[in-house]
C-alpha cells in the first residue's frame, strides 16, 4: 500500500527528501519515527494542512502531491538525534486531534533509514 524512500546518510546540517507513494489516495498522510532503543514517535502529517512535531517544526516540511498519491518530507538542518527508520503512515478517517497518534493509523510503510552524522 504505502512505498517509501529517500532515506541515506548525511552529516549533521545536510538535508534530504523522503517520498512515500500510496497504492490510493489517502486522505491523511505523516512520517513517524523511531531511532534505536526508542518508541516510534510522530514526525509530521498532512491532511489538507500540515501538523508538525515540537521537535521539526522550522526544519522538517511535509507535503503531497494528490494527482501522484505521494507525500514528501523535506528535511533540512538535520541533527544526530534525528536518525532514526522513518515509517509513512496512511489513513482516511483521522481526525486533527489524532494525526500525531500512530494508532489512528491504518496503512504503514517498510521504513526508510535516515543516519546523521555529526
Known amino acids: 500500500q504505502l512505498q517509501a524512500s529517500g532515506g541515506g546518510l548525511v552529516q549533521a546540517g545536510g538535508s534530504l527528501r523522503l517520498s512515500c507513494v500510496a497504492s490510493e489516495r489517502k486522505t491523511v498522510m505523516g512520517w513517524f519515527r523511531q531511532a534505536p532503543g526508542k518508541e516510534r514517535e510522530f514526525v509530521a502529517a498532512i491532511k489538507s494542512y500540515p501538523a508538525y512535531a515540537d521537535s521539526v517544526k522550522g526544519r522538517f516540511t511535509i507535503s503531497r502531491d494528490n494527482a501522484k498519491n505521494t507525500v514528501y518530507l523535506r528535511m533540512n538542518n538535520l541533527k544526530p538525534e534525528d536518525t532514526a527508520i522513518y515509517y509513512c503512515?496512511?489513513?482516511?478517517?483521522?481526525?486533527?486531534?489524532?494525526?500525531?497518534?500512530?494508532?489512528?493509523?491504518?496503512?504503514w510503510g517498510q521504513g526508510t533509514l535516515v543516519t546523521v552524522s555529526s
Open positions: 503512515a496512511a489513513g482516511n478517517t483521522i481526525i486533527l486531534s489524532r494525526m500525531s497518534e500512530g494508532a489512528a493509523y491504518n496503512y
